[in-house]
T-cell receptor
Framework: DTAVSQTPKYLVTQMGNDKSIKCEQNLGHDTMYWYKQDSKKFLKIMFSYNNKELIINETVPNRFSPKSPDKAHLNLHINSLELGDSAVYFC?????????????FGPGTRLLVL | GIQVEQSPPDLILQEGANSTLRCNFSDSVNNLQWFHQNPWGQLINLFYIPSGTKQNGRLSATTVATERYSLLYISSSQTTDSGVYFCAPNTGGFKTIFGAGTRLFVKA
């Protein structure tokens, strides 16, 4: 069983479109995250959710809107896609969150905006 | 915010060689993780090591929190060790900062 799963794995779309990425974890964790990895492999946190509540919004444009319907899911919706949004987006989870926990990552969603 | 510096940025090893990767950080940390990103992009947690030394097979890690650095040792390297190694400290709260990574290629 996959611990942290993301769909889709690949996403190719035109500028200006709206798209969503879904993330699910079956580890029973309370905290979930979204990270963005650019073409130079730099990984940067975007959002942290704990018990469905937004904890961190790391100066991400408001075109990005995360939604957590329950503790096991954290989806990312992106409006009006731009070329610079092309990247790999990783979802992750940890048991309790905060600084004391190991994070487990999903396989990533490779987004290409044309 | 905390600054994270990893060295070397790139490393090429002959299979069977040993190596040490270093992570320096600019602030005190509550937590530090090491990750391996394989050539297919998957991020795997190697160690959760806020201080002290841990070993897992051919890999071991040491964090000296008072001196603000962590080391990842790879012994008897294998081609499957290739990829990018990230150091990721956390200074508290829900925000983990990733270093730029060390890109490792192990030649057969």
């Amino acid at each position: 069983d996959t611990a942290v799963s993301q769909t889709p794995k690949y996403l190719v779309t035109q500028m200006g479109n709206d798209k969503s990425i879904k993330c699910e974890q079956n580890l029973g964790h309370d905290t979930m995250y979204w990270y963005k990895q650019d073409s130079k492999k730099f990984l940067k946190i975007m959002f942290s959710y704990n018990n469905k509540e937004l904890i961190i919004n790391e100066t991400v444009p408001n075109r990005f809107s995360p939604k957590s319907p329950d503790k096991a899911h954290l989806n990312l919706h992106i409006n009006s896609l731009e070329l610079g949004d092309s990247a790999v987006y990783f979802c992750a989870s940890s048991l309790l969150g905060g600084s004391q926990e190991t994070q487990y990552f999903g396989p990533g969603t490779r987004l290409l905006v044309l | 915010g905390i600054q994270v510096e990893q060295s070397p940025p790139d490393l090429i090893l002959q299979e069977g060689a040993n190596s040490t990767l270093r992570c320096n950080f600019s602030d005190s940390v509550n937590n530090l993780q090491w990750f391996h990103q394989n050539p297919w992009g998957q991020l795997i947690n190697l160690f959760y090591i806020p201080s002290g030394t841990k070993q897992n097979g051919r890999l071991s890690a040491t964090t000296v929190a008072t001196e603000r650095y962590s080391l990842l040792y790879i012994s008897s390297s294998q081609t499957t060790d290739s990829g990018v190694y990230f150091c990721a400290p956390n200074t508290g709260g829900f925000k983990t900062i990733f270093g730029a990574g060390t890109r490792l290629f192990v030649k057969a």
